[in-house]
């Protein structure tokens, strides 16, 4: 409930985060429908797809749907990544670099054991926020898509969290510089900690409190 009253700002801090300079009223009219001016129609796709991606996460775990596998994971790329990532609903067939750091992504031939992996090393973790975030970043450092793997690491993160009754936890644009300048050290290093540590940080109390008290 308290995730789907917040979509709208899950939206905007998103398509913030990813460059789009949209305002929280141009994001609330795009999710009724409705286009807006002096945005490219590309950029305004990409955020109608953030919002039918969550969409439809909601309904997966309102469902009982929502797997930590790779189908769940590409029937939510391919709304999340559609017209934007070179290939959608599906794990990349090439190579991909990530701009400013020398590290290299694995190749596209490992992609289906490191899922596997990621999801055997679950149970390394007692801490559900743990598990969460280790969802979130080891998607984001092995670029299982072409695009949209932050988000697709988010998305993750997210529906795990749901499925076991916890709040969402949301990246503000407020701190966007933050969360690209640690993103990028963990990339090169692959310790969690900092970026663990980070993410925690943007938790909503009031979400927490919430659940605590529930």
């Not at 109608?48 to 775990?61: G, H, I, M, S, T």
């Not at 916890?166 to 963990?186: D, G, T, V």
Request: some cysteine.
């Amino acid at each position: 409930m308290l995730a789907q009253r917040e979509v709208s700002v899950f939206v905007y801090d998103a398509v913030q985060l990813e460059g789009l300079n949209f305002t929280l009223p141009e994001v609330q009219t795009l999710m009724q429908g409705v286009t807006v001016g002096g945005h490219r129609f590309s950029d305004q796709q990409i955020a109608v797809n953030q919002a039918d991606a969550w969409k439809e996460l909601f309904r997966l775990v309102r469902d009982k749907q929502f797997e930590l596998t790779p189908r769940c994971a590409c029937n939510l790329h391919h709304i999340a990544g559609k017209e934007e990532a070179l290939e959608w609903g599906q794990f990349r067939s090439g190579g991909v670099l990530i701009a400013g750091t020398d590290y290299e992504p694995p190749a596209a031939g490992d992609l289906p054991g490191l899922f596997t992996q990621m999801i055997d090393r679950l149970a390394r973790f007692d801490d559900v926020y743990d598990q969460a975030v280790h969802l979130f970043l080891t998607m984001a450092r092995c670029q299982f898509f072409y695009d949209v793997n932050k988000r697709m690491g988010r998305f993750m993160m997210n529906g795990h969290l749901l499925n076991h009754g916890y709040p969402a936890i949301n990246i503000p644009a407020s701190r966007e510089l933050e969360f690209n300048e640690l993103m990028l050290e963990f990339y090169g290093s692959s310790d969690q900690e900092k970026m663990n540590r980070f993410v925690r940080s943007c938790m909503d109390e009031r979400a927490v409190r919430i659940m605590k008290e529930s």
